[in-house]
């Protein structure tokens, strides 16, 4: 009786009930949905506030950077 589960692909849960393959990759494919909009939730909030994004932190540094080098041309 196992084995027929087994090569079905479902999860034995209890007597009478098993979750197929299809309702668990259904079931992680929501999981990751739900967690993909939830961190652009936060991205959102954080511009909102004017934190910004990490990549926008990275851009400006290298502006810093340019203009850093930039002044010192203008000194030599």
Same mark, same amino acid.
């Given at each position: ?21 299809? !309702?668990?990759?259904? %079931?992680? #494919? &929501? @999981? +990751?949905?739900? =967690? /993909?909009?939830? $961190? ?19 851009? !400006?540094?290298?502006? %810093?950077? #340019? &203009? @850093? +080098?930039?002044? =010192? /041309?203008?000194? $030599?």
């Amino acid at each position: 009786m196992f084995l027929m589960f087994r090569r079905w692909g479902g999860v034995r849960l209890d007597p009478g009930r098993t979750v197929s393959r299809t !309702e668990r990759n259904d %079931e992680a #494919k &929501e @999981k +990751k949905e739900e =967690e /993909k909009e939830r $961190k652009e939730k936060g991205r959102r909030r954080r511009k909102r506030r004017g934190e910004g994004d990490e990549r926008e932190g990275e851009k !400006e540094t290298k502006e %810093e950077k #340019k &203009e @850093k +080098k930039q002044k =010192e /041309k203008q000194t $030599k």
